[in-house]
C-alpha cells in the first residue's frame, strides 16, 4: 500500500481516499459531493502539470483544481 | 395548511424543468451546473388553492459554499417548516451523490416529498431503481419523473399533499453517507454495459490532448456557424424585407412629412443623396428599427440557438476543466469561462453568472473583465456591419486587441486585487442530446428578453440624440471633449456623439459612426474603444447590484485608463 496525493496519481489508477487536508468548509463540501475517507475513486486525467485533475467518484465525473488535488492522500495498491 | 413548495436538488438535476413543468413558467435550463442563480417564482394550482412555487438554485448541501448556494439555503431556512413542502429533487442516473442532500433534508424536520428525475436516460444507462423500496426506506413519498417529456408530473402533483416530516436524529457525515450505502445496496440494480461511442468521447473531451482538439474544434465551428447563420439572416430575409416591402412606404411618408420640418427629422432622419438610407438616416422609423432587427436580432438568433446548443450538450464544464490552468494566471478558475462565454451574448447575464464564483476578488476580477473585454452579441453583430466591408483583417483585429487586453489587464488584476481565489471543484455532466422542446423554449425567451430589453431603448436612444442633434446641444459637448477624441485617438470631434451613447446601447452608439464616412483605421479604433470603455446602461446597473458602489467606481476607473491607454496607442501603431 502506498500513499500518494491525488496528483500524484496515474490516469486509469485506482485508489482509496486516506486523509483530505483541508478547512472545515471545504471539507463539508467535499463530504457532500461523495468524496471522504475511505471512498474509492479512480482518477481519469491531468490536464498539463500543474493542472486540474478529473477523477471518477461512485457514478459522478469531477473536476479538481491542482491544489485541492494535492490536499488529498490517496492509499493505492501499486 | 401548505403555503409555498421549494425546489431543490444538486446542481444540474433539472430543477427549472420541474419548475416549468409545475408552474407554466418558462425559465432557462441547460446541461451544466449552475445555470439558475436567480431565485424563480411560479404558482401551481392545488385543488382551488394557488401555491407560490420556488426554485432554488441548486446546491449539494444545507452548508452553502457559494453565493448562489447561500441564497437558497437562507430562504429555506426563513420559512415556518409547518407552512412549507419541499421537492427534493433527484437526479436517478446519480442516486448515490444526489441522496445526501435529501437526507439532509429530512434530518432538517422538513416536509419532503422526492422527486426521482431523469428516470429515462437512468435507465437507458442501466440503472434500474426500486421506487417502492426506497420510498418505504426514506418514509417520504418517492415520484420518478422526466421532466423534460413530462411523464410522472401529474403523479408529483398528486402527491405533493402526501408530504410529511419524519423524525430522524442528525448524524454525521460519515454516518449518512453509511446510510445512503445501505439505501443503495437495496434498491439500486446496475446493469453492465459496453462503452457507448458518447462514453468515448466523453472521456475524450476531459484528457489535454483530444480535449484541447475538441475544444478548439467545438469554438471554431460555433464561431463559424454562427456567423453563416446570421449573414444569410440578414442577406436573405431581413434586408429583402426592410428594402422591398417597408422602403416603399417610407418613401411615401416622406414628402407628407415634408424634408424640412421637425417631425421630418425625427422619424425618418436626413435623406442621402435623396434617398432614405436605412444606415445612415438616423430616424425612428429608418435607422432604428434596421438596427434592431436587420443587424443585430439576426445574429442574436444565431448566437443563442448555437450557445443553447453548447450549453445542453454538456461542453461548457469541460472547457472549464481546459481552460483552468490559463484562467488561474489572471486570478481566475476554470469556471469562470461560464459567464464569460454568456457575456458574449449580453454582459448583464454573464455578470450575473459570476455568482457561481466562490469569493469576492474572483468575482470583481471576472465582472470587470467581461464588461471591459467582452463585446456583447449586439456591439459585435454591429461591428462586422461596418468593419466586414473593408476586410476580415480588421474584424479579427478587434477581437485580437480585446484578448491582449483581457490577458493584460487579468494578468494585472490578479497582481493587484486583495483577497483570495478558490480552486476549481466541479461536476461533469454526462454529454447529452439537446431535447429540442428547451433548445426551442431557450432561444424564444432569450429572444424575447432582447427584444422587450433592448428595443424600447434603441427607439428612446435615437429620439434623444435626433433631438439633441437637432437643437445642436451636443456643440458644447463635443468641443469639450474633442482634443481627447481628435487628438489621441485621431477620431473625428462627432465621434464623441457615438461614445457617450456606447453608455446607453452599444449597436445605437455604433450606428451612430454610420453616417460619419470614417476611415478603415478610424472605425477599428472607435470599435475598439466602445467595445472597452463604459459598459452599457444595463450592465452597470447590474454590477452596482451585484458588486457595490466601491466595486463600480474602482471597475469604471479601470475602464476609463484602459480606453485611453488602448485608443492612443492604436491611433499612434497603426499607419
Known sequence: MKKISLAQMKEKQKGIIFDISCGLALHNKFMSMGIYKGREITKISHIGLKGPVAIKVGRSVLVLGHGVANKIVIESHD | ?575
Open chain 2, 1 to 575: 395548511m401548505i403555503k409555498k413548495i421549494f425546489l431543490i436538488g444538486n446542481p444540474n438535476v433539472g430543477k427549472s424543468v420541474v419548475f416549468s413543468r409545475l408552474t407554466g413558467v418558462q425559465v432557462i435550463s441547460s446541461n451544466y451546473a449552475g445555470t439558475t442563480v436567480e431565485i424563480m417564482r411560479g404558482f401551481l394550482k392545488l385543488g382551488d388553492q394557488e401555491i407560490e412555487v420556488i426554485d432554488l438554485p441548486g446546491t449539494y448541501s444545507l452548508e452553502p459554499s457559494s453565493k448562489s448556494e447561500e441564497v437558497a439555503v437562507s430562504l429555506l431556512n426563513e420559512s415556518a417548516k409547518d407552512e412549507i413542502v419541499v421537492i427534493s429533487i433527484v437526479d436517478a442516473t446519480n442516486l448515490e451523490r444526489n441522496l445526501y442532500l435529501t437526507l439532509q433534508l429530512l434530518e432538517a424536520g422538513l416536509s419532503v416529498v422526492v422527486c426521482l428525475n431523469m428516470c429515462d436516460e437512468a435507465k437507458h444507462h442501466g440503472v434500474s431503481i426500486d421506487t417502492d423500496s426506497l420510498e418505504k426506506l426514506l418514509g417520504v413519498p418517492v415520484i420518478p419523473t422526466c421532466a423534460i417529456t413530462g411523464s410522472g408530473i401529474k403523479m408529483l402533483i398528486e402527491r405533493i399533499k402526501d408530504a410529511k416530516f419524519i423524525l430522524r436524529d442528525r448524524s454525521s457525515h460519515r454516518e449518512r453517507w453509511q446510510t445512503i450505502g445501505a439505501i443503495i445496496e437495496q434498491v439500486q440494480r446496475l446493469t453492465h454495459r459496453h462503452h457507448s461511442l458518447r462514453e468515448v468521447l466523453e472521456d475524450a473531451s476531459v484528457r489535454p490532448f483530444s480535449g484541447a482538439l475538441i475544444a478548439i474544434g467545438v469554438m471554431f465551428t460555433s464561431f463559424e456557424v454562427v456567423r453563416f447563420i446570421g449573414e444569410n439572416l440578414i442577406s436573405r430575409i431581413a434586408d429583402p424585407v426592410f428594402i422591398n416591402f417597408y422602403q416603399p412606404l417610407l418613401i411615401k411618408l416622406s414628402p407628407i412629412l415634408g424634408e424640412e420640418s421637425f417631425l421630418h427629422h425625427l422619424l425618418i432622419g436626413d435623406l442621402i443623396n435623396g434617398k432614405i438610407d436605412f444606415k445612415q438616416s438616423l430616424g425612428l422609423l429608418t435607422t432604428a428599427p434596421y438596427i434592431e432587427f436587420a443587424m443585430v436580432l439576426p445574429y442574436i438568433v444565431s448566437f443563442y440557438l448555437v450557445l443553447g446548443l453548447l450549453e445542453d450538450i454538456g461542453i461548457l464544464p469541460r472547457l472549464a476543466m481546459l481552460l483552468d490552468n490559463l484562467l488561474h494566471r489572471i486570478g481566475l478558475h476554470g469556471f469562470a469561462i461560464i459567464p464569460v462565454l454568456l457575456g458574449l451574448g449580453c454582459n448583464v447575464p454573464g455578470i450575473l453568472a459570476t455568482r457561481n464564483l466562490e469569493s469576492k476578488r474572483e468575482r470583481f476580477i471576472a465582472a470587470t473583465l467581461i464588461s471591459i473585454g467582452i463585446p456583447c452579441v449586439a456591439l459585435q453583430a454591429m461591428i462586422f456591419g461596418l468593419l466586414g466591408k473593408f476586410s476580415g483583417f480588421y474584424v479579427s483585429g478587434v477581437y485580437l486587441v480585446l484578448l491582449v487586453i483581457w490577458v493584460v489587464l487579468g494578468v494585472i488584476l490578479n497582481h493587484t486585487t486583495k483577497g483570495y481565489s478558490p480552486e476549481l471543484l466541479v461536476e461533469i455532466p454526462p454529454y447529452r442530446f439537446p431535447a429540442l422542446s428547451t433548445l426551442w423554449k431557450k432561444l424564444f425567451l432569450r429572444i424575447k428578453g432582447f427584444l422587450i430589453e433592448a428595443a424600447p431603448l434603441v427607439l428612446l436612444g435615437v429620439l434623444i440624440i435626433n433631438v439633441l442633434l437637432y437643437f445642436k446641444l451636443f456643440d458644447i459637448f463635443t468641443g469639450l471633449f474633442a482634443p481627447i477624441v481628435r487628438g489621441l485617438f485621431g477620431l473625428p470631434k462627432e465621434a464623441v456623439v457615438s461614445l457617450v451613447m456606447g453608455l446607453f446601447r452599444k449597436d445605437v452608439a455604433v450606428g451612430m459612426l454610420m453616417p460619419l464616412a470614417l476611415s478603415a483605421k478610424q472605425l477599428f479604433i472607435a470599435a475598439v474603444l466602445l467595445a472597452v470603455s463604459f459598459p452599457c446602461a444595463a450592465t452597470f446597473f447590474v454590477f452596482f447590484k451585484e458588486l457595490g458602489l466601491k466595486d463600480l467606481i474602482k471597475a469604471t476607473l479601470i475602464m476609463c485608463a484602459v480606453a485611453l491607454v488602448t485608443g492612443t496607442l492604436l491611433n499612434f501603431a497603426i499607419r
